[in-house]
């Protein structure tokens, strides 16, 4: 093939909705020259290069993101090397800002900045044509205004993709909020694909047998009708095991939208609740308004009188939101009683205004991928680390929901839920000393071993035992329980 569409994906059961958006809004000769080649995190780079140079391709398309920069930036510098006519166009949020002195924007021939639809055959013809004199190395693609003509992709889901790995869709692009930490805040509001194509298509993926949906569209909850339509669709041709993810405002929810919630089937909905923050001062520095009254409310109406399942955000490392401030934030959180609670920890995001706020708040980040803060004025570099593990280890014990009767003793009632888990997250630091691969075994020792003396010692073993044996089904001997 003349032209490849590639990338490296954080882990195999992604697909990639850029390349295939790119590819279906090819002309039909590029189309013809064309093909979409993914690997993953984890495959050799020397091999991914190998690979790709062995279909001999005269343009090599890379989309780049915040979890490949790395391996896509050592990609890029062999295939430079070894064929240096091989012309190669990047493009993606982390080539679409601040490509000066980015060593990956030098090493490739081309850039494609933002929505990429319509630049990359422009690009791509420019190369063909020998015309390249004519275009400038870094092409603004910025936001295509008009998405309604724009070729969906979903046909270019294989029957592979869809029996192993995740199907992405999208109703809209772009957000109407500013949150100073997101690429989204970059964007000029919210455009809408035709909803009876958008919707036409979905019916193909039913048909083929697709039942999880993961919407990526920034604000599911914005306009009612719209978001009553999709519902309503997936309503009207559910089938077992259908799952619907969507990205939600809490504060912005109406009752008719709670309605629209509480209608579905349990575990129909899977909502992911951006809510980051309560402490006021962070917020405002942020640029984001928030209901926090109303964000509770919401959350503790759909965990108690819907069937849907919540994952709520926060981020850690906003500025003026210091280590006693996040606890208060997290306990509020937790109140409402969500399935998930997803503990981030701030990236300064190429492009994003966060970096107003590096001066006057003392704001140090990492240098590289996933450029994740390391201190600020009010945090310290010992205390957030302490949160980078709380975060990981609360995925682990909690949010996996391999022992809820037994963590559930991790949180007495009348105390701070953040001070409890984060003394459980301090012990296991000082255990284990690692955040990454404790087997089930070693988490239920671990669990046993640091309740022994908190809890009835008989109603521990009992709760591990439901834990471990019923609800996780293994069969081999926790010899410490004897």
């Given at each position: 093939m003349d032209i490849i569409l590639s990338t490296i994906n954080a882990r195999y059961s992604h697909t990639s909705f850029g390349l295939r958006y790119l590819y279906a809004n090819l002309p039909a000769n590029l189309q013809s020259m064309a093909e979409i080649v993914e690997f993953n995190l984890g495959e050799a780079i020397d091999v991914i290069a190998e690979k790709l140079l062995n279909k001999s391709p005269k343009i090599i398309g890379l989309g780049v993101y915040i979890w490949n920069i790395a391996e896509v930036t050592e990609l890029v510098g062999i295939i430079k090397s070894v064929s240096p006519a091989t012309k190669v166009i990047i493009g993606g949020p982390e080539v679409s800002y601040e490509q000066a002195g980015d060593k990956l924007c030098e090493l490739a021939d081309y850039i494609i900045s933002g929505e990429g639809e319509?630049?990359?055959?422009?690009?791509?013809?420019?190369?063909?044509?020998?015309?390249?004199?004519?275009?400038?190395?870094?092409?603004?693609?910025?936001?295509?205004?008009?998405?309604?003509?724009?070729?969906?992709?979903?046909?270019?889901?294989?029957?592979?993709?869809?029996?192993?790995?995740?199907?992405?869709?999208?109703?809209?692009?772009?957000?109407?909020?500013?949150?100073?930490?997101?690429?989204?805040?970059?964007?000029?509001?919210?455009?809408?694909?035709?909803?009876?194509?958008?919707?036409?298509?979905?019916?193909?993926?039913?048909?083929?047998?697709?039942?999880?949906?993961?919407?990526?569209?920034?604000?599911?909850?914005?306009?009612?009708?719209?978001?009553?339509?999709?519902?309503?669709?997936?309503?009207?041709?559910?089938?077992?095991?259908?799952?619907?993810?969507?990205?939600?405002?809490?504060?912005?929810?109406?009752?008719?939208?709670?309605?629209?919630?509480?209608?579905?089937?349990?575990?129909?909905?899977?909502?992911?609740?951006?809510?980051?923050?309560?402490?006021?001062?962070?917020?405002?520095?942020?640029?984001?308004?928030?209901?926090?009254?109303?964000?509770?409310?919401?959350?503790?109406?759909?965990?108690?009188?819907?069937g849907a399942l919540v994952h709520a955000d926060l981020v850690a490392g906003l500025p003026y939101e210091?280590?006693?401030?996040?606890?208060?934030?997290?306990?509020?959180?937790?109140?409402?009683?969500?399935?998930?609670?997803?503990?981030?920890?701030?990236?300064?995001?190429?492009?994003?205004?966060?970096?107003?706020?590096?001066?006057?708040?003392?704001?140090?980040?990492?240098?590289?991928?996933?450029?994740?803060?390391?201190?600020?004025?009010?945090?310290?570099?010992?205390?957030?680390?302490?949160?980078?593990?709380?975060?990981?280890?609360?995925?682990?014990?909690?949010?996996?929901?391999?022992?809820?009767?037994?963590?559930?003793?991790?949180?007495?009632?009348?105390?701070?839920a953040f001070a409890c888990f984060m003394s459980f997250s301090d012990y296991l630091w000082g255990r284990t000393e690692r955040t990454h691969k404790i087997s089930i075994e070693n988490q239920a020792e671990l669990l046993f071993s640091y309740l022994q003396d908190k809890v009835d010692i008989n109603k521990l073993r009992e709760n591990i035992r439901k834990d471990y044996y019923t609800d996780i089904g293994r069969k081999s001997r926790l010899k410490f329980l004897e």
């Open positions: 319509e630049k990359l055959p422009l690009v791509i013809n420019s190369i063909l044509s020998a015309n390249e004199a004519e275009i400038d190395k870094i092409q603004i693609g910025g936001e295509i205004k008009n998405v309604e003509g724009l070729n969906m992709p979903y046909d270019l889901y294989s029957d592979a993709d869809i029996a192993n790995r995740l199907i992405y869709v999208e109703a809209s692009r772009g957000c109407p909020y500013s949150c100073e930490f997101c690429v989204s805040s970059l964007s000029c509001g919210v455009r809408d694909f035709a909803l009876d194509e958008f919707l036409s298509q979905m019916a193909k993926l039913i048909e083929r047998g697709v039942r999880h949906f993961k919407f990526v569209d920034r604000t599911f909850n914005l306009k009612y009708e719209r978001a009553a339509k999709i519902v309503d669709f997936f309503l009207n041709n559910h089938k077992d095991g259908m799952m619907l993810h969507f990205e939600i405002f809490p504060d912005k929810l109406t009752d008719k939208m709670l309605a629209l919630i509480a209608k579905c089937p349990p575990e129909f909905l899977h909502l992911e609740a951006g809510v980051q923050s309560f402490n006021l001062d962070a917020l405002t520095a942020i640029s984001r308004k928030q209901d926090e009254q109303k964000t509770l409310d919401n959350l503790r109406f759909i965990r108690e009188q819907t210091d280590l006693a401030s996040f606890a208060v934030s997290f306990d509020k959180l937790f109140s409402s009683r969500p399935h998930e609670i997803q503990l981030g920890i701030l990236k300064r995001l190429k492009g994003t205004p966060i970096s107003r706020h590096t001066d006057d708040c003392a704001m140090v980040y990492a240098k590289d991928a996933p450029y994740e803060i390391l201190q600020n004025k009010f945090i310290t570099f010992a205390d957030m680390q302490r949160l980078k593990r709380f975060a990981r280890y609360y995925d682990i014990f909690i949010n996996a929901g391999n022992f809820n009767n037994t963590t559930a003793d991790l949180f007495p009632s009348g105390q701070s």
